[in-house]
């Protein structure tokens, strides 16, 4: 079963300072755009995992907005696992259609 990100994760994207002695969240260092992909990615198979979601209004546009950040940002195996999840996307819609 995979895992969601909490704090303390290596793909959890803020971090904790104490600035002017208050704590402050903060960007990770050295947080980069296949770090964010790779986060998003994760999130998705997390909820990929839970047969409710499959074919979900809510899962159908998460794929969709995502995609589109992810090719342009993505290294080349998460731009083929964006690719696949679109496909899969797809498969929901054209379902919904003929139903």
């Given amino acids: 079963m995979i895992e969601p990100i909490k ?5 959890f994207p803020y971090d904790v300072e104490v600035v002017d002695g208050k704590k402050t969240v903060v960007l ?5 755009d296949e ?3 790779a986060f998003i990615l994760q999130a998705i198979e997390y909820l990929l995992q839970f047969e409710h979601n499959h074919g979900s209004v809510s899962m159908i546009n998460m794929i969709e907005g995502e995609a589109h950040g992810a090719m ?3 290294t080349e195996k998460q731009k083929e696992r964006f690719g696949e ?9 054209e379902a919904q259609q003929a139903a």
């Fill in 7 to 11: 704090p303390g994760h290596e793909l």
């Fill in 35 to 37: 770090k964010q992909v």
């Fill in 28 to 32: 990770k260092k050295g947080w980069n």
């Fill in 72 to 74: 342009l940002r993505g």
């Fill in 85 to 93: 999840l679109m496909a899969l996307r797809q498969s929901w819609l």
